[in-house]
């Protein structure tokens, strides 16, 4: 089994910043790419970030220059730093990491439950 947790969601004024966190627990081998991506009721999921095994990052246009992921691999956690958030972002945040749990095995999806960010204007 492996469970994905975020944290760190809640209500910031236009302007204010937040720092998410997602920790991997349970049967882990080793963590491949992890990525941030975020909803809106009604509307597709929209990829956010992603960070490489390797540490190679990488920005949806929306974000870039705002936005920063991170990750620990000794700890198995991602991190999304928000700076000068807007209300456009508004969403349920997620993560998802490429994990094997075995050695020998694939790598597979697996996704944290989201987090919510409220920005108000």
């Known amino acids: 089994q492996v469970q994905l947790v975020e944290s760190g969601g809640g209500l910031v004024q236009a302007g204010g910043s937040l720092r998410l966190s997602c920790a991997a627990s349970?049967?882990?081998?080793?963590?491949?790419?992890l990525d941030w991506y975020r909803q809106v009721p009604g509307k597709q999921r929209e990829w956010v970030a992603g960070?490489?095994?390797?540490?190679?990052?990488s920005y949806a246009d929306s974000v870039k220059g705002r936005f920063t992921i991170s990750r620990d691999n000794a700890k198995n956690m991602a991190y999304l730093q928000m700076n000068g958030l807007k209300p456009d972002d508004t969403a349920v945040y997620s993560c998802?990491?490429?994990?094997?749990?075995?050695?020998?095995?694939?790598?597979?999806?697996?996704w944290g439950q989201g987090t919510q960010v409220t920005v108000s204007s």
């Open positions: 998802r990491f490429q994990i094997k749990r075995q050695t020998g095995t694939r790598f597979e999806n697996y």
């Open positions: 349970g049967s882990i081998f080793t963590i491949n790419d």
């Open positions: 960070i490489s095994s390797g540490g190679y990052t």
